[in-house]
């Protein structure tokens, strides 16, 4: 079965969890808030509700549980033994945390749910929660139980252009460049694990590994990381995305 993937999207990392959560839990809240005076809340004697604004928006949200445990995790040969199982969690608790390395707050970096053909999901972490257990005689965890909450961002939502590694040009003037050009089809070269990714087919074709989601919506792609007996279709020309806006 295909591992839950979080795939960055302006460093096109990817993130395998170890395990695929027992369940998802999914949780809408409408775009709604209480009528208010300029004072306070507005209520009423005669009303058994409060008066609602409608806002729009709102907010959708996505809770993993995701289990790790060093024993179940697959080393490369001759590495050293894995004994601390936060060097397996610690990538995704990052995905969480707000400082961007250069003295100022950040956002967190936008990512895309994926699991096989039937989620991917563009949104930031939340929030993370560990729960850690099977502690050696040094104090070393062995197993964690780890919680992601996962807000949804629209796809028309850009990130900080300012961000390490951010394309030249924005994802929605990147798409409408590619829109009306000359495609050829591509063969990914390689299957598998040893196989070329989507970030690497961006970079050569599109000019910009982090357009690696334009890659995937030209082809119709459900899972940009399945591509195993795909054809792909990619700009004629890669320096389309780079060109002076028309």
């Given at each position: 079965?295909?591992?839950?993937?979080?795939?960055?999207?302006?460093?096109?990392?990817?993130?395998?969890?170890?395990?695929?959560?027992?369940?998802?839990?999914?949780?809408?809240?409408?775009?709604?808030?209480?009528?208010?005076?300029?004072?306070?809340?507005?209520?009423?004697?005669?009303?058994?509700?409060?008066?609602?604004?409608?806002?729009?928006?709102?907010?959708?949200?996505?809770?993993?549980?995701?289990?790790?445990?060093?024993?179940?995790?697959?080393?490369?040969?001759?590495?050293?033994?894995?004994?601390?199982?936060?060097?397996?969690?610690?990538?995704?608790?990052?995905?969480?945390?707000?400082?961007?390395?250069?003295?100022?707050?950040?956002?967190?970096?936008?990512?895309?749910?994926?699991?096989?053909?039937?989620?991917?999901?563009?949104?930031?972490?939340?929030?993370?929660?560990?729960?850690?257990?099977?502690?050696?005689?040094?104090?070393?965890?062995?197993?964690?139980?780890?919680?992601?909450?996962?807000?949804?961002?629209?796809?028309?939502?850009?990130?900080?252009?300012?961000?390490?590694?951010?394309?030249?040009?924005?994802?929605?003037?990147?798409?409408?460049?590619?829109?009306?050009?000359?495609?050829?089809?591509?063969?990914?070269?390689?299957?598998?694990?040893?196989?070329?990714?989507?970030?690497?087919?961006?970079?050569?074709?599109?000019?910009?590994?982090?357009?690696?989601?334009?890659?995937?919506?030209?082809?119709?792609?459900?899972?940009?990381?399945?591509?195993v007996g795909k054809v792909l279709k990619v700009p004629v020309d890669p320096g389309i995305v780079r060109g002076?806006?028309?």
């Open positions: 079965m295909e591992k839950v993937v979080l795939l960055i999207e302006h460093s096109a990392e990817y993130i395998r969890c170890l395990l695929n959560p027992e369940q998802l839990e999914m949780r809408r809240e409408a775009g709604l808030a209480a009528r208010r005076s300029s004072g306070a809340q507005l209520s009423g004697t005669g009303s058994s509700d409060d008066p609602l604004l409608y806002v729009g928006g709102g907010r959708t949200e996505f809770t993993l549980d995701l289990l790790f445990d060093v024993s179940l995790a697959v080393q490369e040969p001759n590495s050293p033994a894995l004994t601390d199982v936060r060097e397996l969690t610690r990538p995704l608790w990052d995905l969480a945390e707000n400082d961007d390395g250069r003295g100022r707050y950040g956002r967190p970096p936008i990512v895309y749910f994926l699991w096989g053909t039937s989620w991917n999901i563009r949104g930031v972490v939340a929030a993370a929660s560990e729960r850690l257990e099977h502690f050696s005689a040094d104090g070393k965890p062995r197993r964690s139980w780890l919680r992601l909450r996962l807000l949804r961002v629209a796809r028309n939502e850009q990130a900080d252009a300012s961000e390490p590694g951010a394309p030249p040009v924005p994802m929605d003037e990147a798409r409408r460049r590619l829109q009306d050009s000359e495609t050829r089809m591509y063969q990914p070269i390689g299957d598998g694990a040893g196989g070329e990714r989507p970030d690497q087919i961006a970079a050569q074709h599109l000019g910009h590994s982090a357009y690696w989601p334009l890659a995937a919506e030209m082809s119709g792609l459900d899972n940009p990381m399945q591509l002076a806006s028309s």
